[in-house]
């Protein structure tokens, strides 16, 4: 009875086929997720850049303004989850305004990960 149960290869396909498929189906979630990460960083960058754009146009744009217009200009659900901060910095002899846009990233498959991601652009700009 042991040589017969031995030599059955009946259902070998199917345990092949559920190991493969687990990896393959891990790899597609992940890559899912690494580029919904870099298309939520790229809104981020555009909406900084186009409010950045706003302190070229208008030097004595006040800091609230400017970070209201990250938040408008950010295409997205949780434009709300933006923190914008904005500091004062000079480099040989100019001063310049350091704008920083962050936002939290959470995975969608809590297995991967339980943390956030911290998605973050920093800009300089003359002041």
């Known amino acids: 009875m042991m040589i017969r149960l031995h030599k059955n290869e009946e259902g070998a396909a199917a345990v092949e086929f559920s190991i493969v498929a687990l990896i393959f189906i891990i790899f597609i979630v992940g890559i899912i997720e690494v580029g919904r990460g870099f298309h939520l960083r790229n809104q981020l960058v555009y909406s900084l850049d186009r409010a950045l754009r706003l302190t070229y146009l208008n030097q004595a744009i006040s800091d609230e303004a400017l970070k209201a217009a990250v938040q408008q200009n950010f295409y997205g659900a949780h434009s709300s989850l933006i923190s914008t901060s904005i500091a004062t910095q000079s480099l040989d002899g100019r001063n310049y305004r350091l704008i920083t846009a ?6 969608f498959v809590p297995a991967i990960s339980s943390s956030t991601i911290t998605l973050s652009v920093k800009r300089l700009v003359p002041a």
């Open 102 to 107: 962050t936002m939290p990233f959470k995975l």
